[in-house]
């Protein structure tokens, strides 16, 4: 998790972080199979959040960061740059920045109060 905000993540690949994340606290906690718990009750259980959740937070926490550095800071002009000349034919690759993107236009809307999700 130490580098994650930035990853380009998939929604398989978050799903198998959270089934390796679900199956450590299991560990952790004893949880063995006969004895099973439901993942919402796991999470309040270690007073967890969900994976994708944590990773957004970061992910977000970083682009802070970023940003308020100064223009000419290497980091901000990666983050800023945007590459010249044709792309390739087909459906443009899902990136890390058209992630971004889309997650940023989707939280528009929400109140800022409710982000201890």
């Known amino acids: 998790m130490q580098l994650s905000k930035t990853w380009k993540v998939t929604?398989?690949?978050m799903d198998r972080l959270q089934v390796f994340v679900n199956k450590c606290l299991r560990r952790i906690l004893r949880i063995f199979w006969p004895n099973q718990i439901n993942n919402e009750e796991l999470w309040?259980?270690?007073?967890?959040?969900r994976i994708d959740i944590e990773i957004k937070k970061r992910k977000?926490?970083?682009?802070g960061h970023i940003l308020r550095r100064p223009h000419r800071d290497i980091a901000r002009q990666a983050l800023e740059w945007n590459?010249?000349?044709?792309?390739?034919?087909?459906?443009?690759?899902?990136?890390?920045?058209?992630?971004v993107t889309f997650e940023?236009?989707?939280?528009?809307?929400?109140?800022?109060?409710?982000?201890?999700?």
């Not at 087909?90 to 920045?97: K, L």
Request: aromatic share 6%; proline share 5%.
């Open 11 to 13: 929604r398989g690949l």
């Open 44 to 49: 309040r259980r270690t007073s967890q959040n």
């Open 60 to 63: 977000w926490g970083w682009i």
């Open 83 to 99: 590459p010249q000349g044709r792309r390739a034919r087909g459906r443009p690759r899902n990136t890390w920045r058209r992630t």
């Open 104 to 117: 940023g236009r989707e939280n528009m809307g929400r109140d800022q109060t409710d982000s201890s999700e």
